[in-house]
């Protein structure tokens, strides 16, 4: 299993950003899809879930109305895209997989990480 992001860097407040995560080794379809962030000093939390079709999707309170996920099953890629972006937005941001549907938003139900990839919001 491979799960490689990109699309992070630096932005101001109000900006916004698209990240992508590109899985491979695994039938990505069948897998329902999340991203989750960590800032310095904090632990990571989980910020939107997608079920394998992109029927069902699950946020965090704090980005709910300014992020959206989404997948391209065809190439096997993730997107959130990230509008109003604030200070507290800034974390790095990682991809992650699990094989059910959970609705969960809860680190331990993702046995599978990429490594991740920086986003800074600056005032």
């Known amino acids: 299993v491979q799960l490689v992001e990109s699309g992070g860097g630096s932005v101001q407040v109000g900006g916004s950003l698209r990240l992508s995560c590109v899985a491979s080794?695994?039938?990505?379809?069948?897998?329902?899809m999340g991203w989750f962030r960590q800032a310095p000093g904090k632990d990571r939390e989980g910020v939107a879930t997608i079920d394998p079709w992109a029927l069902n999707r699950y946020y965090t309170d704090p980005v709910k109305g300014r992020f959206t996920i989404s997948r391209d099953n065809a190439k096997n890629t993730l997107y959130p895209q990230m509008n109003t972006l604030k200070p507290d937005d800034t974390a790095m941001y990682y991809c992650?997989?699990?094989?059910?549907?959970?609705?969960?938003?809860?680190?331990?139900?993702?046995?599978?990480w990429g490594q991740g990839t920086q986003v800074t919001v600056s005032s």
């Open positions: 992650a997989a699990q094989r059910y549907w959970l609705q969960s938003l809860r680190v331990a139900d993702f046995p599978f």
């Open positions: 080794g695994f039938p990505y379809s069948d897998y329902s």
